[in-house]
């Protein structure tokens, strides 16, 4: 009798998923996922320190990652939760008491290498390589200065509202009832991602449901993203 095998899922059908990287040819992603040294993260397990993170160049093949810091507490949080794609470099700053780090939020898969050897490979692509690496970057920096500026976003509605909306556009999967987050998030961590207690935060997520904006599956969220981003625009006008 015949068995059907499944594929191989291979590091290169990884890469050639990754919408962050479709600006690569097929030959380019061939070159990068032989020069890549690729490794497995359990969950909790540091990825990368600050010096690594300020330095090669690091892809997320598979997994949920987050990056980490210290803040004026003492504690170590939560600042942005990275998927599947690049891994944003967090410049590293003599006088900074921040130490970033990255960590496996879920079991990861991550491939390194030197940023030389990235440019090489990508030199003939269709978009320059820099330029694509760096608005990646300044995202995640973006995101980092509106959820965490009490000046810019002043409300914290708002600024949960926001990182639901963050999280929806790189982990949310479109359905008749909204954008389900197929990664579940706890109330902590969106907490930390918007610098507040997780009881404030709580009972922002709970107005939100009465609002209908935001339901409850089990330990996933259904966001209505339309409506929400609305709600926060108006508030902004």
């Not at 918007?194 to 935060?201: F, I, L, Q």
């Amino acid at each position: 009798m015949n068995e059907s095998r499944t594929p191989r899922d291979t590091d290169l059908n990884k890469l050639s998923r990754l919408k962050s990287l479709s600006w690569l040819s097929a030959a380019e992603l061939a070159l990068l996922v032989g020069a890549l040294a690729s490794v497995n993260f359990s969950r909790h397990e540091v990825i990368l320190g600050e010096a690594a993170l300020a330095g090669d160049a690091h892809i997320l093949l598979t997994g949920v990652a987050r990056i980490t810091c210290i803040n004026a507490h003492m504690d170590r949080v939560t600042v942005a939760m990275i998927a599947p794609g690049p891994i944003p470099e967090f410049p590293l700053w003599e006088s900074s008491r921040l130490h970033f780090q990255c960590e496996a939020y879920k079991d990861c898969r991550v491939g390194s290498l030197n940023r030389s050897t990235f440019d090489r490979i990508t030199a003939n692509a269709s978009e320059p390589a820099s330029r694509k690496m760096h608005e990646n970057d300044l995202k995640q920096w973006y995101r980092l200065m509106l959820r965490g500026s009490s000046y810019l976003i002043p409300g914290l509605r708002d600024r949960v509202a926001l990182a639901l909306l963050e999280l929806c556009s790189d982990f949310g999967v479109v359905e008749s009832r909204g954008t389900l987050l197929r990664e579940s998030f706890s109330h902590q961590d969106i907490a930390e991602l918007v610098g507040a207690s997780r009881p404030r935060v709580t009972e922002h997520l709970a107005r939100l449901e009465q609002e209908s904006l935001v339901r409850r599956q089990g330990r996933q969220f259904i966001v209505r993203v339309g409506e929400l981003a609305h709600a926060v625009s108006l508030r902004a006008a």
